[in-house]
């Protein structure tokens, strides 16, 4: 198992930035494929970004392609996500999360592991 635990997360600004960390725990951390995921009130959680186990390859959600990076640093076992020009309707908790599935998935039920979240609140 591997325990995941984001911080970053604060009160900004339309078209501010923000970048989220995820630390994640144990000596396995490469065999996982890493994601972010957020949820707003009253909305069903949905996917942000993800990142191949090496660090190769991404995608993205639709809503946040080209202001949103997600990287990785594989020797500090530790997931970012850069983000820019930020909306209010990017206000939600945002969670990291782990899958053992050896391709990019982007579906909630497929990832194993999540942390607790931390909470991106943008103003208009």
């Known amino acids: 198992q591997v325990q995941l635990v984001e911080s970053g997360g604060g009160l900004v600004q339309a078209g501010g930035s923000l970048r989220l960390s995820c630390a994640a725990s144990?000596?396995?951390?490469?065999?996982?494929?890493m994601g972010w995921f957020r949820q707003a009130p009253g909305k069903e959680r949905e996917f942000v970004a993800a990142i191949s186990r090496s660090g190769g390859n991404t995608y993205y959600a639709d809503s946040v392609k080209g202001r949103f990076t997600i990287s990785r640093d594989n020797a500090k076992n530790t997931v970012y996500l850069q983000m820019v020009s930020l909306k209010p309707e990017d206000t939600a908790v945002y969670y990291c999360?782990?899958?053992?599935?050896?391709?990019?998935?982007?579906?909630?039920?497929?990832?194993?592991?999540w942390g607790q979240g931390t909470q991106v609140t943008v103003s208009s």
């Open positions: 144990g000596r396995t951390f490469n065999t996982y494929i």
């Open positions: 999360a782990a899958t053992r599935n050896i391709v990019i998935i982007t579906t909630t039920p497929a990832y194993d592991y």
